[in-house]
Antibody
Framework: EVQLVESGGGLVQPGRSLRLSCAASGFTFDDYAMHWVRQAPGKGLEWVSGISWNSGSIGYADSVKGRFTISRDNAKNSLYLQMNSLRAEDTALYYC????????????????WGQGTLVTVSS | DIQLTQSPSFLSASVGDRVTITCRAS??????LAWYQQKPGKAPKLLIY???TLQSGVPSRFSGSGSGTEFTLTISSLQPEDFATYYCQQLNSYPRALTFGGGTKVEIK
């Protein structure tokens, strides 16, 4: 059974940093691209970042470019999101999601999602 | 960035109704479009990818069509478990920004 379990969320002050993790199991992690998607309370979905199977192709939403860094450790079956210079508008539930494809320059759709980890940015 | 406009944003329907949701892209995205269903407090669920390919395990009453800039999600006979919010997503511009539509909430009439 495919499982994606996010962790690392919490309450953080504006301008501070947080690192999210996503532990994957039940599939061959290094065969697939992975993504982070967030959802602010009561709002729609926003893609944050994606990374190909070999970390060779990485993308970011304009809203987080230069502040967030996505990475993966295939040996540990884990995905990460380093979030720096956090702002109130980064407050959201952050989901880790698996792509149907291996990545490169192609994304097809997100077939498995975690349950999310909540990040609250507030003083 | 490519913008996606979903319509309607809210839909009231009855069990057994045929429901159609439209997603329009601000520029052509070939068939790089996916549809998701999200229920309150739950993660999204992939329904359709590549505009018209049904994800494994998804009931056949769901179907997708379109290419270029206009796409539709159709539920042929709405079931009680289908009341949820539906999102389209374009994946044409990856690894540049991917975008989701604003969502369509389907509620019981």
């Amino acid at each position: 059974e495919v499982q994606l379990v996010e962790s690392g969320g919490g309450l953080v002050q504006p301008g501070r940093s947080l690192r999210l993790s996503c532990a994957a199991s039940g599939f061959t992690f290094d065969d697939y691209a992975m993504h982070w998607v967030r959802q602010a309370p009561g709002k729609g979905l926003e893609w944050v970042s994606g990374i190909s199977w070999n970390s060779g192709s990485i993308g970011y939403a304009d809203s987080v470019k230069g502040r967030f860094t996505i990475s993966r450790d295939n040996a540990k079956n884990s995905l990460y999101l380093q979030m720096n210079s956090l702002r109130a508008e980064d407050t959201a539930l952050y989901y880790c999601a698996k792509d149907i494809s291996s990545g490169g320059d192609t994304a097809i759709g997100f077939d498995y999602w975690g349950q999310g980890t909540l990040v609250t940015v507030s003083s | 960035d490519i913008q996606l406009t979903q319509s309607p944003s809210f839909l009231s329907a009855s069990v057994g109704d045929r429901v159609t949701i439209t997603c329009r892209a601000s520029q052509g995205i070939s068939s790089y479009l996916a549809w998701y269903q999200q229920k309150p407090g739950k993660a999204p669920k992939l329904l359709i990818y590549a505009a018209s390919t049904l994800q494994s395990g998804v009931p056949s009453r769901f179907s997708g069509s379109g290419s270029g800039t206009e796409f539709t999600l159709t539920i042929s006979s709405l079931q009680p478990e289908d009341f949820a919010t539906y999102y389209c997503q374009q994946l044409n511009s990856y690894p540049r920004a991917l975008t989701f539509g604003g969502g369509t909430k389907v509620e019981i009439k």
